[in-house]
Each structure stands twice: as structure tokens, then as C-alpha cells.
């Protein structure tokens, strides 16, 4: 199997979608409380909070993959560290945004 083709059509797929829904909520009002299902119309500190809810989903997709996919050691630690590193960029990414905006910067 080719690993490209798991990895390469899904990241253009969310980076597109990704980009839109970005556009449409731009100028909304982030929301805080209750519940709220599109990413885009949370605050940081409700993202965060999301990211974390995701690590379950991240160890059960790793699961599936390695389970369902034909790859190679070296191609099941290349999947490890990229789950890793997203997850690892958008917390951080959402923590430094969401302590920026309580200090009023």
C-alpha cells in the first residue's frame, strides 16, 4: 500500500475545507460556553479543550492503521511522530493564543 495516498488526499481535503470554514466564521463571535460544532466558532481556550478530547480519536486511528495497513515498522513510527506533532502543534498553538487573549494583548 501506498502511504502517500493515506496521508497526502486527507491533508489537502482538511487544509481546503479547513480554510473555508475559516472564512465564513472570520468575523463571528467566538463562543465559550455551550455546545458548538463547527471548530472555527470556538475561542482558543474551547480549542484546546477540543485538542484534548482528541487524543482518545488519535490512539484509535493509529490503531486502525496499523491494524489495517500493510506498512513497515519505519512507516508505523513516521505515522506515530506525525499524529504527534500535530496534535503537539495545534495544542501549543491554541495555548500561547488563548493566555495572549486573557492578558489582553
Known amino acids: 500500500m501506498n502511504i502517500?495516498?493515506?496521508?497526502?488526499?486527507?491533508?489537502?481535503?482538511?487544509?481546503?475545507?479547513?480554510?473555508?470554514?475559516?472564512?465564513?466564521?472570520?468575523?463571528?463571535?467566538?463562543?465559550?460556553?455551550?455546545?458548538?460544532?463547527?471548530?472555527h466558532q470556538l475561542t482558543y481556550r474551547r480549542k484546546m479543550i477540543r485538542s484534548l478530547w482528541n487524543i482518545p480519536i488519535i490512539i484509535l486511528l493509529y490503531l486502525v492503521l496499523y491494524w489495517i495497513g500493510d506498512f513497515s515498522s519505519n512507516e508505523n513510527i513516521a505515522i506515530v511522530i506525525i499524529l504527534l506533532l500535530i496534535f503537539l502543534i495545534e495544542f501549543t498553538y491554541n495555548y500561547v493564543n488563548w493566555k495572549k487573549v486573557e492578558k489582553g494583548e
Do not use: H, N, T
Open 4 to 39: 502517500l495516498m493515506y496521508f497526502i488526499v486527507p491533508v489537502i481535503v482538511v487544509i481546503i475545507v479547513g480554510a473555508i470554514m475559516s472564512r465564513i466564521f472570520r468575523d463571528e463571535e467566538k463562543k465559550d460556553k455551550g455546545f458548538v460544532l463547527f471548530y
